[in-house]
């Protein structure tokens, strides 16, 4: 079992950046992949981006390939997602999530654990 806090999020104008955070606790995280989702108001939650358990593999959504980035610090038991470049349609709350089979992980119905989310919104 483990529980994940995100934090980091916030307001910032297009084309600025933020890093978000999810702090774990409990056993096995580094055992564990870890996804981003986000959801954004009256849309489904979507992939953004997954890491595998050593932080060796990752992957994202086409739409923030580049300007994105996945990583974790298995020391500290958090992952990161460090966010440049944002736009106003990456305004959405953002969700970290874990799975425990060390895979990276594409579909949110293959995490066991989710994070209650945090705000970011992007002006114009």
């Known amino acids: 079992q483990v529980q994940l806090v995100e934090s980091g999020g916030g307001l910032v104008q297009a084309g600025g950046s933020l890093r978000l955070s999810c702090a774990a606790s409990?056993?096995?995280?580094?055992?564990?992949?870890m996804g981003w989702f986000r959801q954004a108001p009256g849309k489904e939650r979507e992939f953004v981006a997954t890491?595998?358990?050593?932080?060796?593999?990752?992957h994202y959504a086409d739409s923030v390939e580049g300007r994105f980035t996945i990583s974790r610090d298995n020391a500290r038991n958090t992952v990161y997602l460090q966010m440049n470049s944002l736009q106003p349609e990456d305004t959405a709350v953002y969700y970290c999530?874990?799975?425990?089979?060390?895979?990276?992980?594409?579909?949110?119905?293959?995490?066991?654990?989710w994070g209650q989310g945090t705000q970011v919104t992007v002006s114009s």
């Open positions: 999530a874990a799975v425990d089979d060390g895979l990276p992980a594409f579909r949110p119905d293959e995490y066991a654990f």
């Open positions: 409990g056993r096995g995280f580094n055992s564990y992949a």
């Open positions: 890491i595998n358990w050593s932080g060796g593999s990752t």
